[in-house]
Every structure is written in C-alpha cells, then in structure tokens.
C-alpha cells in the first residue's frame, strides 16, 4: 500500500497560505506607508509566483523540483518577487500608495487567507477520521 505524504495530501494549500502571509505583510507595510514621501507601493503576483514554486509555471525557461531530492527554495518570496504597483493618480510628493486600493487587496487577499485555512482545515479534519477509523 503506497504511503500519502503531507504534500500530496495538502495540495498547494500551504504554499498558498504562505504566500497569502507575506502578501499581507507587503500591503499592510503599504499602507502604514501612505503618508511617507516617494514610498512606491509594492506588492505580489501571487499566481506567478505561486505557479512557480510548485512547479506548475511555463516550461520556457522556467526550473521545476521534479524529485523529492532537488533543493527547495528557502524563502516563500523572494525579494525580487516584489513589483511596484503603478498608481492611478501620482500624488506630488512621489508616494505611489492609494489607500483604496491597498484596502481593497488586503480585504480580498485576508478572504484568500480565510479559505485556504479552512481548506487546510477539513483535510486535517479528514486525515484525522481516516486515522481514528471512523
């Protein structure tokens, strides 16, 4: 009877709720940022840089973990993950932060984060009735 590893039974879950922290901590940093002159608001592409570190990225150019064996990043994102977000209307002291926006992607990116912890939830909650047996 083969074996079901955490990996194979979570899916791209935890990466994604890995990913969802950082975003946080990326448009949380922009907004506490808002009012600071020439900040330039960053922030994620989470499909890219999800679809790269599970291996499901274009295979032009791109490196993929194909063994258990082959080294694994380290950092969820790495600093050169982080783009600049271009802003609708530049204000004059250079800040490219809009407080609307930053609002708007942290409310959607915190709804993300909700699911995937829920998600992440009930397949504990399965592998724990398959262990008991119930």
Do not use: C, W
């Amino acid at each position: 009877m083969p074996k079901i590893g955490f990996d194979a039974a979570l899916g791209v879950h935890p990466a994604a709720l890995a990913l969802r922290a950082r975003r946080t901590e990326v448009l949380a940093n922009n907004m506490a940022n808002a009012d600071t002159p020439n900040f330039k608001a960053r922030d994620i592409d989470f499909k890219a840089v999800l679809a790269a570190q599970t291996g499901a990225a274009d295979q032009a150019g791109t490196l993929r973990a194909t063994h258990q064996r082959h080294i694994q990043p380290t950092s969820p994102i790495p600093d050169g993950e982080l783009l600049y977000r271009n802003p609708t209307l530049p204000s004059l002291d250079g800040n490219t932060v809009e407080t609307h926006v930053e609002q708007a992607a942290f409310a959607d990116n915190t709804v993300q984060y909700m699911a995937s912890l829920r998600f992440l939830n009930g397949k504990f909650k399965g592998m724990m009735t398959a262990i008991k047996g119930e």
